[in-house]
C-alpha cells in the first residue's frame, strides 16, 4: 500500500517565522512531488511542484525533496496569517501510463499567530 | 485561463438514489482526474480519464463510474447512494505529461 505520511498538527508558528512543513512517502519509484494548500472549505491550490533532487525556490516558498530518503518538505519564510491553511503534500504515483494518479498524506494545518 | 469548473456546486440526495456530477477542465488540458474527500479519509484517488479514455482507477466500488467526452469534459457517476458517500467531490485537470494537477471547487455532496 502506497502511503505519505505529513504530522497531521496543528503547526503554530509566530508572523515572521519559518514554518517547516515535512513529508515522508513510501514508493520509491515516485517521480513528482507536489505541495497543495487548502483553505477551509476551499479546495487544494497547487503551490510548488519538485521532481528533482535539492531545492526550488518560488518566493516565500522552497521545497526540498530527499528521493533517497523518501522525503519532501515546504518551507515558507516570513509566514504571514495568510498562510493559515492545511498544507497536503502529493506524491505521484510514478508508474509509466499512471501519472494521473497523485496520492496525498492527509495534511498538515498551520496556523501563523499575529 | 479559466479554471476547471465543477457543477453542481452542492447536493442533497438520499440514500438509494443516484447522482451525476460534471467537470470542465482548463482549455488544453486533456487529463481529468477524480478525487473524494472526507474528514475521516482524506484525498482518495477515484479514476482519471485520458483523451475519453480511463487510465487509472483507485479502490472504490463499481458504484462509481465515471467518463470523459471528445471535448475533454468528464463526468462521474455514483449509484445506489449510500450514507458514506457524503464528502467532497473534486475534479482536477492537467496537461499531460507534467502532471502538475488544477483543481476544480468541488461538488459537496450530502446523502441523507
Known amino acids: 500500500q502506497k502511503e505519505v505520511e505529513q504530522n497531521s498538527g496543528p503547526l503554530s508558528v509566530p508572523e515572521g517565522a519559518i514554518a517547516s512543513l515535512n513529508c515522508t512517502y513510501s514508493?520509491?519509484?515516485?517521480?513528482?512531488f507536489f505541495w497543495y494548500r487548502q483553505y477551509s472549505g476551499k479546495s487544494p491550490e497547487l503551490i510548488m511542484s519538485?521532481?528533482?533532487?535539492g531545492d526550488k525556490e518560488d518566493g516565500r516558498f522552497t521545497a526540498q525533496l530527499n528521493k533517497a530518503s523518501q522525503y519532501v518538505s515546504l518551507l515558507i519564510r516570513d509566514s504571514q496569517p495568510s498562510d493559515s491553511a492545511t498544507y497536503l503534500c502529493a506524491v505521484n504515483n510514478g508508474y509509466g501510463g499512471s501519472q494521473g494518479n497523485l496520492i496525498f498524506g492527509k495534511g498538515t494545518k498551520l496556523s501563523v499567530k499575529p | 485561463k479559466a479554471g476547471v469548473t465543477q457543477t453542481p456546486r452542492y447536493l442533497i440526495k438520499t440514500r438509494g438514489q443516484q447522482v451525476t456530477l460534471s467537470c470542465s477542465p482548463i482549455?488544453?488540458?486533456?487529463?481529468v482526474s477524480w478525487y473524494q474527500q472526507t474528514p475521516g479519509q482524506g484525498l482518495q484517488f477515484l479514476f482519471e480519464?485520458?483523451?475519453?479514455?480511463?487510465?487509472n482507477k483507485g479502490n472504490f466500488p463499481g458504484r462509481f463510474s465515471g467518463r470523459q467526452f471528445s471535448n475533454s469534459r468528464s463526468e462521474m457517476n455514483v449509484s445506489t447512494l449510500e450514507l458514506g458517500d457524503s464528502a467532497l467531490y473534486l475534479c482536477?485537470?492537467?496537461?499531460?505529461?507534467?502532471?502538475?494537477?488544477?483543481f476544480g471547487p468541488g461538488t459537496r455532496l450530502t446523502v441523507l
Open positions: 514508493d520509491r519509484v515516485s517521480q513528482s
Open positions: 519538485i521532481y528533482s533532487n
Open positions: 480519464y485520458f483523451s475519453e479514455t480511463q487510465r
Open positions: 482549455s488544453g488540458h486533456r487529463s
Open positions: 482536477a485537470s492537467s496537461s499531460d505529461p507534467y502532471n502538475e494537477q488544477f
